[in-house]
């Protein structure tokens, strides 16, 4: 099925560690977002891509590294987590008929 | 900058009750509007959209009215199932810009029997 796929779905740190949150997407899309999601705050953008070798920054990108050298994949990265990056992380892309979200990653930072 | 504000949740309603959900938006360009639902465990899905004042979105019963005189896009269905609990999240995107979102906080919305 064509969509948005993230791994992995659920993940336990120490703090100090690092991890990337794969997100991959077959649908030819170039637009690709990283968001998370905490109570009460809605959604907020971390860093997006319009496209291979181009990122850019959102919101809350403090504490988290992007790349995008495909245009398949978008992975997030986090060089020394910290209990404050405990979150749901929602990968994003967006093509002609709008946004298709993946299923989250719900990290925990202990 | 552009914000989103939705009704604080949760909202519990008995089934086929009339569900309104308040959203409003303040926007330093021209947005596109949406809905969407986010089911427990589950990703966001779009429940539906409006581009331009005026536009009326609808899906699964649900409709969405882009006011730009009370810069708002209320959410309401006339009467809810037990299916339809939920998150709903209200976002706008600037016409033009590098397709950015931004969220409400979200809405939690409990049908009971």
């Known amino acids: 099925n064509a969509g948005v796929t993230q791994t992995p779905k659920f993940q336990v740190l120490k703090t100090g560690q690092s991890m990337t949150l794969q997100c991959a997407q077959d649908?030819?899309?170039?637009?690709m977002s990283w968001y998370r999601q905490d109570p009460g705050m809605g959604l907020r953008l971390i860093h997006y891509?319009?496209?291979?070798?181009?990122?850019d920054q959102g919101e809350v990108p403090n504490g988290y590294n992007v790349s995008r050298s495909t245009t398949e994949d978008f992975p997030l990265r986090l060089l020394s987590a910290a209990p404050s990056q405990t979150s749901v992380y929602f990968c994003?892309?967006?093509?002609?008929?709008?946004?298709?979200f993946g299923s989250g990653t719900r990290l925990t930072v202990v | 900058g552009n914000s989103v504000t939705q009704m604080e949740g949760p909202v519990t309603l008995s089934e086929e009750a009339f569900l309104t959900i308040n959203c409003t938006y303040t926007a330093t360009g021209y947005p596109s509007l949406f809905w969407y639902v986010q089911y427990p465990g589950e990703g966001l899905q779009l429940l539906l959209k409006a581009t331009k004042a005026d536009d009326k979105g609808s899906n699964k019963g649900f409709e969405a009215t882009y006011r730009k005189e009370t810069t708002s896009f209320h959410l309401e269905k006339g009467s809810v199932q037990v299916s339809d609990s939920a998150v709903y999240f209200c976002a706008l995107v600037i016409t033009g810009t590098a397709s950015k979102l931004t969220f409400g906080t979200g809405t939690r919305l409990q049908v009971t029997l």
């Open positions: 649908m030819n899309h170039e637009y």
């Open positions: 994003a892309s967006r093509g002609p008929r709008g946004y298709t």
């Open positions: 891509s319009v496209g291979a070798g181009i990122t």
